[in-house]
Nanobody, 127 residues
Framework: VQLQASGGGLVQAGGSLRLSCAAS????????LGWFRQAPGKEREFVTA??????????YYADSVKGRFTISRDYAENTVSLQMNSLKPEDTAVYYC???????????????????WGQGTLVTVSS
């Protein structure tokens, strides 16, 4: 599986951006898709995740983005997106999409549990 993330950029605080992650090599069926971010000098941290085959009840968000970010999927395009609203300067980071099989079980919040990673896309939020 190869993942390609896109959509990053520079935005003012309070603005919005939409990130997309496209997969090649296979579909996301029976996979967990996640978004992580890494700010300069900090560890990679969990943002959100969803189970590709499940309903909206199987989405997970970090407390810091809950109510502002939304993860979604497009079955036809085999993409997963991250809509980011009400952006804050502390959201500035390189954002990565990641994927792993569902049968791995829990641990959605841990980057070590993901097998496949996109190249990252930079989001900069100015104050």
């Amino acid at each position: 599986v190869q993942l390609q993330a896109s959509g990053g950029g520079l935005v003012q605080a309070g603005g919005s951006l939409r990130l997309s992650c496209a997969a090649s090599g296979r579909t996301f069926s029976s996979y967990v898709l996640g978004w992580f971010r890494q700010a300069p000098g900090k560890e990679r941290e969990f943002v959100t995740a969803m189970r590709w085959n499940s309903g909206s009840g199987n989405t997970y968000y970090a407390d810091s983005v809950k109510g502002r970010f939304t993860i979604s999927r497009d079955y036809a395009e085999n993409t997963v997106s991250l809509q980011m609203n009400s952006l804050k300067p502390e959201d500035t980071a390189v954002y990565y999409c990641a994927a792993r099989p569902e049968y791995y079980g829990g641990g959605y919040f841990r980057p070590q549990r993901y097998d496949y990673w996109g190249q990252g896309t930079l989001v900069t939020v100015s104050s």
